[in-house]
C-alpha cells in the first residue's frame, strides 16, 4: 500500500488531503470519499486503507481547511457542549458550492496522477458529506458512475441543490443507506426520498437499516457502532463499486 498525505490547490487556499491506493497493478479507480462532522482522524484514514486495499484510489481530503482546522482531537479541550457547538459551527462553515470547489481540484489532481486512473469514479459520503457525495454526481454525470450516501443529512431540502434534486441529474448509480434511528436524518426524509427515487425512476437506492442509529459504520463510534450494519454497508460499497467503476 501507497499512502501520502498533501496539499492540493483549491480556489481558495490547500486542502490536506490523505491518499492510498494498492502499490501494484495501476492505474487504480478513484473513490472520492469526504469525511463527517467530526472531521479527518485515524478512523476515517484505516476506512479510506480498508477502500484502498481492494484496488482504489482513495482520497480523503479535510474539508475544514479554511477555518486552519485539520483534527478536532488537536484543538484545545472544551466541555462537551462547547465542543459540540463547535464541530457544528465548522459543519456549518461548509457549502455544496465550496466543496465542489474542493472536489473540483481534487478530481483535476488525479487526473494527473499515474497512478490514479482517468476512467470513471466513485464518490462516497458520510452523515453531512452525504449531499456531497450525490452532488458531485450531478455535477459530472458522465464521469462519476457510482455515489454513496451513508446517513447523509440534508438530502431533501427547499434548495436547488437539494441532493433530491441533484439525483436526478446523475447518470451514475446512486446508493442512500439510512439509519431507521437517526435525529438528523428522520424517517420523513428518508421516504420522500425513496418516494423521489421511486417516482422518478432514478438508478437508485435507498435501504433502510432496521434498528440502528447515525454513526453505525464507525468503529469508534462507542454504542452507535453495529458491526453487523457497519460490514453490510461495506458489502453494499464494494459490490456497487465492482459494477461501476471496476
Excluded at 490514479?116 to 459530472?140: D, E, P, V
Excluded at 428518508?190 to 433502510?208: F, G, R
Excluded at 453494499?236 to 471496476?246: D, N, Q, V, Y
Aim: charged share 25%.
Amino acid at each position: 500500500m501507497i499512502e501520502q498525505t498533501i496539499e492540493i490547490a483549491t480556489k481558495h487556499g490547500a486542502t490536506t488531503t490523505f491518499i492510498a491506493h494498492p502499490e501494484r497493478d495501476g492505474a487504480h479507480p478513484v473513490v472520492m470519499f469526504f469525511m463527517d462532522a467530526p472531521a479527518i482522524r485515524e478512523e476515517l484514514r484505516d476506512m479510506a486503507r480498508r477502500i484502498a486495499s481492494a484496488g482504489y484510489y482513495v482520497m480523503l481530503p479535510n474539508l475544514y481547511y479554511r477555518s486552519g482546522v485539520m483534527e478536532l482531537a488537536d484543538l484545545p479541550k472544551l466541555p462537551d457542549a462547547e465542543a459540540r457547538a463547535r464541530m457544528f459551527e465548522l459543519m456549518g462553515s461548509l457549502s455544496i458550492a465550496l466543496v465542489m470547489d474542493d472536489a473540483d481540484a481534487l478530481l483535476d489532481f488525479a487526473d494527473r496522477d499515474p497512478a490514479a486512473s482517468n476512467g470513471k469514479i466513485a464518490t462516497l459520503g458520510y452523515c453531512m458529506s452525504g449531499q456531497y457525495a450525490i452532488n458531485f454526481a450531478a455535477r459530472y454525470p458522465d464521469r462519476v458512475a457510482a455515489a454513496a450516501s451513508i446517513y447523509g443529512v440534508q438530502l431533501v431540502t427547499d434548495q436547488a441543490d437539494s441532493p433530491h434534486l441533484a439525483a436526478q441529474k446523475a447518470k451514475g448509480e446512486l446508493y442512500f443507506a439510512c439509519a431507521e434511528n437517526d435525529p438528523y436524518a428522520p424517517l420523513e426524509m428518508v421516504e420522500a426520498l425513496d418516494q423521489t427515487v421511486k417516482s422518478k425512476n432514478l438508478n437508485a437506492e435507498v435501504e433502510l437499516y432496521p434498528g440502528v442509529h447515525h454513526g453505525f459504520a464507525f468503529p469508534q463510534r462507542g454504542t452507535v457502532y453495529d458491526k453487523p450494519a457497519a460490514e453490510r454497508h461495506w458489502e453494499r460499497l464494494f459490490a456497487l463499486w465492482r459494477r461501476r467503476i471496476g
